[in-house]
């Protein structure tokens, strides 16, 4: 067992992976987790150890948030049991300078947005057309977004990726009740709680459970309330919505604008799709 956090250069495919664990049972551990989420991602939280990765994607976000190299090297070297590898250091350093150099700057010309992913399914259906009411309304007549939606699938694929075997999305959902702890003061514990996938021929999507796997009381107190469990009621943490590749269409039309071109990926399947503002 490790007593402190430390960051792992462990060699994957060649490359440094910038994983950085952390002790749970250390008297550290909450000042350390603090520090660690505002550049790091969390990827597995099991009992003892958590896991997290440095990724250029983390770095960008800490950027974007005000933090600097100096500050998210500091709290690496404050916290680590191990001295800090000097190519990680120097990825931080690079990463964190390239945020802020490139801007875009409309000038006589058709704005084009991008909303890829699909982040559209995680709106209940009402809320996307209103949302896509919304950005039509910014938008000038000419102007494009760049929509990507997840299409119906087969009931297994789904399942597949939102309770994969890895336990990545496991970790992304109870790391809600970490943040939880965190921003409003809550005691959640976390190993009590499990994340459960459930497929919704109703909502034509997918949701996402944390599942009480005991009666228990939780205290959040920056909210000023305490909340109750019962065994095996889950807490509905995010819904994601499928789409008809022809309901996107319709979808389009009733927003304001045109769908001139959509491209399907029928494997997975994927719809992206080029709306112009009319």
């Not at 008297?27 to 990765?53: C, G, M, N, Q, V």
């Not at 999507?205 to 109750?228: D, P, Y």
Request: net charge negative; with cysteine; aromatic share 8%.
């Amino acid at each position: 067992m490790v007593d402190e956090l430390w960051a792992q250069d462990s060699k994957v495919a060649g490359q440094s992976d910038k994983t950085v664990l952390l002790e749970v049972n250390n008297p550290l551990y909450e000042e350390a987790r603090d520090a660690l989420a505002r550049f790091a991602e969390l990827e597995k939280s099991p009992e003892h150890i958590h896991t997290y990765r440095i990724t250029p994607l983390s770095l960008w976000n800490a950027a974007a948030a005000g933090l600097d190299a100096a500050a998210i090297v500091g709290a690496l070297e404050r916290f680590g049991k191990y001295e800090l590898p000097g190519n990680v250091r120097a990825d931080i350093v690079d990463a964190v300078a390239r945020y802020g150099r490139v801007k875009l700057v409309q000038e006589g010309q058709h704005l084009l947005v991008l909303f890829l992913g699909s982040t559209i399914g995680n709106f209940a259906r009402p809320a996307g057309v209103k949302f896509l009411r919304e950005v039509r309304r910014i938008l000038q007549t000419g102007d494009s977004l760049f929509l990507g939606t997840d299409l119906e699938k087969p009931i297994p694929q789904p399942l597949q990726a939102y309770d994969d075997p890895l336990g990545v999305t496991a970790a992304f959902n109870l790391n809600l009740l970490a943040r939880i702890n965190r921003e409003l003061d809550a005691d959640f514990v976390l190993h009590p709680f499990e994340h459960v996938a459930r497929v919704s021929r109703e909502r034509r999507g997918v949701e996402m459970h944390l599942r009480s796997r005991r009666k228990q009381t939780v205290s959040i107190n920056k909210a000023e309330f305490a909340i109750t469990f019962l065994k095996d009621e889950t807490i509905w943490t995010e819904s994601s919505h499928k789409y008809c590749a022809e309901e996107v269409l319709l979808m389009a039309e009733q927003t304001g604008f045109r769908c001139a071109a959509q491209w399907i990926d029928r494997e997975r399947p994927f719809a992206e799709n080029l709306l112009i503002a009319c």
